[in-house]
């Protein structure tokens, strides 16, 4: 079946599962495959709970004479190929976020921004992979007027072939950073897959591209893009600029727009080293034509819930959670704003960066070392990696151990640095802290 084929049949059923556990009346079922699952096999099943249709890439699933079981050579291929269908046949404004570090908190200012001015989609949570991205824009409606459409990556390619999807009209990379790296290889494979959202732009010439004037990785790879650069501190050649007023707990920064008056903002964020993710923000907002007043109140209203750079008040303590990703570069940049922060008694609970390869050992020494040089009250490492440190810091093998220890000796009235990468389950522990 062809791609124009299945899309006359999404067309009238347009809505699509990829769990035969939810399953929408009429919806058309997807019968992914992974390492350990076949979603062939679950055709039936996805059938019998209300889809309309089920779309199987093995013919030996298949029901002889039933038309509702659509058979095409790949099924994730089919899937993200209706998906780009879609986006073409619609036309919806595209913005597209890559980026090691800041990409889903960046999408969500930036949703909130174009949201005091247009009907926006956006990605939901962190569904920026191959299968993630096609889910995105298989929910674009007519009424939609703008997409913000996040794309992650761990390999080389990744992000080439999540671009060739969504074709974005306009582009952000909000940095490169040191994560992945046993899936990229180097810091260079982190950069040149990144970078792999510059070159769809480039060849297609679609649109503007938004980049930290002050990144020189970024920059280095600019070349022959149409850019909007913004930054800190203000200089002239820079659309939007900006400034930290402070971060005691919360951000409060000012920014301008090239040279014109200061506007100065209140957030609910944590970090110092937001204030790039609040600029890139302002400045897509400000050139899709959002005023600056309504970008600074959709800005001061914003607050997280996703376990990034979020202040989390307990009975006990309070904590800035930031559980749900780590690598060497925003690891080292947390503990050095948490230094910073204009707040008593602080204590950092850290787990292990996954996915770091040949470098982890080293990674996880610098971050010891970084450690022992900045004026923290109690420090508690949590994994295998952490375990191999050569430092004099607490160390527990997994999250079960800390929370073992905090139902014995739980810290009182600290402000608690709550970061690690998600498998370490960081998470679990505020309701003991």
């Not at 979603?39 to 199987?56: P, R, S």
């Not at 997409?147 to 009209?169: F, N, R, Y």
């Not at 000012?254 to 080293?273: D, F, S």
């Amino acid at each position: 079946m062809t791609t124009e084929q299945l899309y006359k049949i999404f067309e009238r059923h347009p809505v699509v599962t990829t769990d035969s556990r939810d399953c929408p009346a009429g919806s058309i079922f997807f019968a992914l495959k992974g390492e350990s699952f076949n979603g062939n096999k679950f055709a039936a099943a996805a059938l019998q709970q209300g889809c309309a249709f089920a779309v199987v890439d093995e013919a030996e699933y298949c029901v002889q004479g039933d038309e509702r079981y659509i058979l095409v050579d790949n099924v994730l291929r089919a899937f993200q190929l209706l998906a780009r269908h879609h986006r073409r046949i619609l036309g919806t404004r595209i913005v597209g976020i890559t980026g090691t570090n800041g990409k889903t908190t960046t999408k969500e200012l930036l949703a909130a921004v174009l949201g005091e001015k247009y009907n926006v989609l956006y990605t939901l949570g962190n569904f920026n992979n191959d299968i993630g991205v096609p889910k995105t824009l298989l929910r674009l409606k007519p009424e939609h007027e703008v997409a913000v459409v996040e794309m992650g990556a761990s390999h080389p390619g990744d992000i080439k072939t999540l671009v060739e999807l969504v074709e974005p009209d306009l582009a952000l990379i909000t940095n490169v950073g040191m994560a992945h790296l046993q899936g990229f290889g180097s810091f260079e494979g982190v950069v040149k897959t990144k970078g792999e959202l510059y070159d769809f732009m480039r060849q297609s010439k679609r649109g503007k591209v938004f980049i930290d004037a002050n990144n020189p990785h970024l920059m280095g790879i600019a070349e022959g893009l149409d850019l909007v650069k913004y930054g800190t501190p203000a200089r002239p050649d820079l659309f939007v600029s900006g400034k930290v007023v402070s971060a005691a707990p919360f951000l409060r920064f000012a920014w301008q727009r090239e040279g014109g008056a200061w506007n100065e903002v209140q957030t609910h964020l944590v970090g110092a080293y937001n204030v790039l993710n609040m600029l890139a923000a302002i400045s897509v907002g400000l050139y899709l034509g959002v005023s600056a007043d309504e970008a600074n109140r959709a800005l001061a209203h914003y607050v997280p819930s996703n376990n990034r750079s979020q202040l989390e008040e307990t009975a006990h303590n309070k904590l800035i959670m930031d559980a749900y990703n780590a690598n060497p570069t925003s690891m080292s940049v947390a503990l050095n704003n948490f230094h910073d922060m204009e707040v008593p008694h602080k204590m950092a609970i850290l787990g292990d960066m996954l996915e770091l390869g040949a470098v982890s050992q080293s990674a996880h020494q610098a971050i010891a070392d970084q450690l022992s040089q900045l004026a923290l009250d109690e420090v508690w490492l949590v994994g295998p990696e952490f375990a191999r440190t050569h430092c004099a810091f607490r160390k527990f093998n997994d999250v079960e151990e800390v929370i073992t220890e905090l139902k014995k000796h739980r810290p009182e009235n600290h402000y608690i640095l709550v970061k690690g990468s998600n498998g370490i389950h960081l998470d679990k522990l505020p309701q003991w802290l």
